[in-house]
């Protein structure tokens, strides 16, 4: 082991090279007790020579950053030289430089402090690579590791040390966008602490906040502290702008130095309030409510997007451009400014993706307007025709359920009917062939959404049928009822089957008659109203476990200016010819016993295998990793909605090139585009669904104070809440979640008694 002097005359000599060094405890890698540990590392002969005369056979620990300027590259072991190996083959070969080797066997490449831009403290830059940069150390030869090796210099000590090449720098130490201020870690203020925070209105505790913030200093960015304030406002704590302007000038603006004048000065403080609410930021709607628990986890879905967010990161992995590989879309929707994700048209076969580009135009609509129909009716064409088995006894059908969600005006109705039309249009003579095998009908679309009528449809055509209506609302609404009632299960039940294309029987009671339909195909579009869809897609909803299924597109408002764009007749046959021959195509084979039409079931290739499998199993990452059971059952859906727009894809293929063998395995590129889709329409759903319950969750709100003030005079404990309304609060607990949903609104207080309830 080295003595007390070797190891000062090695901690000068690294000090004469101008790396900060400092004492670490003998034989271990962790600063002295009672030292600052790399804060006190230093150059200076005097300081070292003290450091160890009082610490005898002290480790070496040197200082990374700017002030040695030097940063190290930290391999560990094994799964370190793995990793490397990988980076290196993705972005390039290091240079040689110096390298370090440590006590454990590990490896420590030095290189020099970039000019361009900070190197921090980074771990698991890789699996068993972690950076030492800004705030970091490393220990230096011959200090002893804990196991008792001893750190060396293996190619000597002299080695020159290099630069490290742009591309890893951009890895190591990525180019940081600019941010506004509110997204700026030094600009935040500290956080008031309250005991109890679940028991602050939102509003005391907007104004605990405010309290905290740094004041507007004129010529010292007054102007940024204000919209800082501003957004903190509206944005973290989900405040209207009467609310928000109230509490800056009561609680914000007499700090400020000097203070807005509300006589001449007023209108200029309240454009910030409107300017934070509509500038980008990397801060989430509700951040401040969520930080402070002050939201329910029925609130929280309408941060949900939040949770695609997490679900982005946990798919990054994959985020390559290679075929065979689906990628994840980018992270760049924001709460507050939109920035909408055009539907991706590219993966549709060229004249398809032109016909949808065209008729989006036409009728000035987004492309997510018409190119979702187009899956569910391409996906009705194929019906019970064709199945795709990803596994013993997992096999799925072409079957879609569909919403356009736009206000009144926004054109809803003009691309679908444009899409669905070739359904109903007749067979010419001659193209269907065995009618057995073909059976092929133009009634095969029905606006009656209810089961009795579907099910007499579905008796007369083996192929399956498309409930389309302009209007969708009530269909939904009726989710909600089918865990209540009469009959309601039996509803429920005859729906999941419809989704899966299942068998459905169904005993009338009227006549005695037993009905029994092998496969019950329903495809579903149809449109709805944003307001109209807030009430529809209530949480409780979700016990139907329908709403899940559902695939939504809520495009921002487009204005509805004359155009003279039309849908070519190219593209347009190109539309109608393939519907017609995904119709028309016959099924596998019938059994003689039943008579019962069987479909061709297919299979992935291996390769296209492999890309939907690594789909399934992210989709299996963000239901463990979603904080929200709804938002977890999108994601199980979205695995087999997937599945089946892999097999829509595969079919359009099929029609694209007029393909004779109806038994084709689907390929890589039908993969990618079913799982590109889906991830897609997954980020609809979790954003719209979180839209929705926003507003359901005020409204229950609204209407329970009001059932307060009325019935009880403003005030009610638990108990008597939930016996006055025992269909809706099953327990007590209940009760009290909603009581804690006005509390959290600032519409309401907890009293002294025990689980009491007082209006503000």
Known sequence: MPDKLEMLDHATRYAERGWPVFALQPGDKVPLKGSRGFKDAATNDILLTRMWDEHTDANIGMATGKIAEVFVVDIDGEEGSRSLTEMENEIGPLPETLEQRTGSGGRHLFFRWPAARPVRNKQALRPGIDIRGEGGYVVLPPSIHPNGKPYDWPYGEDTPIADIPGVWLDVISPVKKKRAPWDRSEEQPKRAHVPIIGSTPIIERAKLYLAECDPAVQGSGGHDALLWAARAMVVGFQLDDDMANSLLWAEFNPRCSPPWDPETERKDFERKVGQARSTPSEKPSGWLLDEYSLRSDADAMANIIGSNRHAVALLAKHAKTQVGEYVPPKDDI?????????????????????????????????????????????????????????????????????????????????????????????????????????????????????????????????????????????????????????????????????????????????????????????????????????????????????VPRILVTCPPPRRKQWTEAVVGHEEDAAWHDTIQWLRTRPFKNIKTNTRQHMPHVLKFSPKAKNIFTSFYNDMDDVVHGSINADAEAFATKAQSNAARMCLIHHGLVMAENNTTSLDKPIGEESAIAGTQWMLWCLAQQMEIYGFATQQAVHQRAIALVELIRVKWNGKVTMRLLQRAKPARYKKVAAAVRAAQAIISLGMARWTEVEKEVELI
Not at 362 to 386: D, F, K, R
Not at 423 to 432: C, K, S
């Open 334 to 546: 924001d709460d507050d400014v939109r920035v909408w994700t055009p539907f991706p048209t590219e993966f549709f076969p060229p004249r398809l993706a032109k016909y949808c580009t065209q008729v989006a135009e036409a009728n000035c609509v987004y492309p997510s307007y018409v190119g979702m129909p187009m899956l569910v009716v391409a996906g009705a064409a194929m019906g019970n025709a064709w199945r795709l088995e990803l596994k013993k006894d997992f096999i799925v059908p072409p079957v879609l359920w569909m919403i356009l969600v736009g206000a009144s005006g926004a054109n809803k109705s003009s691309p679908l009917s444009k899409v669905e039309a070739p359904l109903e249009e007749p067979i010419p003579p001659g193209t269907v062939g065995d009618d057995m095998l073909s059976p092929t009908s133009t009634d095969n679309v029905v606006s009656d959404l209810t089961v009795e009528a579907l099910v007499q449809l579905l008796e007369e055509n083996p192929r399956g049928i498309l409930a389309f209506c302009d209007e969708i609302a009530a269909w939904i609404n009726s989710f909600g009822k089918y865990k209540q009632g009469k009959g309601g299960g039996g509803d429920k039940q005859a729906w999941i089957s419809f989704w899966n294309a299942g068998s459905y029987k169904l005993h009338r009671k009227t006549n005695r008659e037993r009905v029994r339909i092998p496969t019950a195909a329903c495809a579903v579009m149809g449109g709805i109203q944003p307001k109209v869809l807030a009430n529809c897609f209530d949480p409780e909803s979700f016990d139907s476990g329908l």
